[in-house]
């Protein structure tokens, strides 16, 4: 698989919003689940949310409530809406794919994709 290819980050106060949006190759209706994860400065990379071939999602806890993911597949992108952003949410984040089909929710653990993309940094500062 190419690399998925990452927009949308930025600069934003606290309290503020971004997409960002994801570019996987293909079709996004071809993979089984696409994610999102960020890594802040010092930090492991974490997952955040990712969403399945047939449209469920799964949030880890501090972003639920703020954060959406979807799936346009007329336009073959995957984004991640985020509200209420705070300081804390600074990161890259990556957008990570995977075709192979597996068994029960998407994941939100690094070794279960195949593709990772560069990344995009987003950082909320006042």
């Known amino acids: 698989q190419a690399q998925p290819v990452e927009s949308g980050g930025g600069l934003v106060q606290p309290g503020g919003s971004l997409r960002l949006s994801c570019a996987p190759t293909g079709f996004t209706y071809h993979y089984w689940s696409l994610g999102w994860f960020r890594q802040a400065p010092g930090k492991e990379r974490e997952g955040v949310a990712c969403?399945?071939?047939?449209?469920?999602?799964i949030y880890v806890d501090s972003v639920k409530g703020r954060f959406t993911i979807s799936r346009d597949d007329a336009q073959n992108l995957v984004h991640l809406r985020m509200n209420d952003l705070q300081p804390e949410d600074t990161a890259v984040y990556f957008c990570?794919?995977?075709?192979?089909?597996?068994?029960?929710?998407?994941?939100?653990?690094?070794?279960?994709?195949?593709?990772w993309g560069q990344g995009t940094q987003v950082t909320v500062s006042s």
């Open positions: 969403i399945s071939n047939i449209g469920g999602t």
């Open positions: 990570a794919s995977r075709l192979t089909p597996g068994l029960g929710q998407c994941p939100l653990v690094q070794y279960e994709y195949e593709s």
